[in-house]
């Protein structure tokens, strides 16, 4: 079984910074691509940042200059360091990793549980 656990998230100022992190853990043989995406009420869930399991990271247009996506592979983990929050970032953050669980598997999307970003203007 793969869970990934987020956390990082609350309330900041706008113009303030906040660090989220995913990790992943259980019966893990291989992690390809991790990620971040994040949803409003009534909007679809829409990407933030992404990044290979050599470095390679992909940012929407929204937040490029602003966020930084890490990775630690050997911790299974990635680091969302968000600077220069706006209110339009208010959403619900969730962690996602394409994972497998033995050399026989096929690759499988796993999403964590959410968690909630709010920038107070």
């Known amino acids: 079984q793969v869970q990934l656990v987020e956390s990082g998230g609350g309330l900041v100022q706008a113009g303030g910074s906040l660090r989220l992190s995913c990790a992943a853990s259980?019966?893990?043989?291989?992690?390809?691509?991790m990620g971040w995406y994040r949803q409003t009420p009534g909007k679809q869930r829409e990407l933030v940042a992404t990044?290979?399991?050599?470095?390679?990271?992909n940012y929407a247009d929204s937040v490029k200059g602003r966020f930084t996506l890490s990775r630690d592979n050997a911790k299974n983990t990635v680091y969302l360091q968000m600077n220069s929050l706006k209110p339009e970032d208010i959403a619900v953050y969730y962690c996602?990793?394409?994972?497998?669980?033995?050399?026989?598997?096929?690759?499988?999307?796993?999403w964590g549980q959410g968690t909630s970003v709010a920038v107070s203007s």
């Open positions: 996602n990793a394409d994972i497998r669980t033995g050399i026989r598997a096929g690759w499988d999307t796993y």
């Open positions: 990044i290979t399991s050599g470095g390679i990271t």
């Open positions: 259980g019966s893990i043989f291989g992690i390809k691509t």
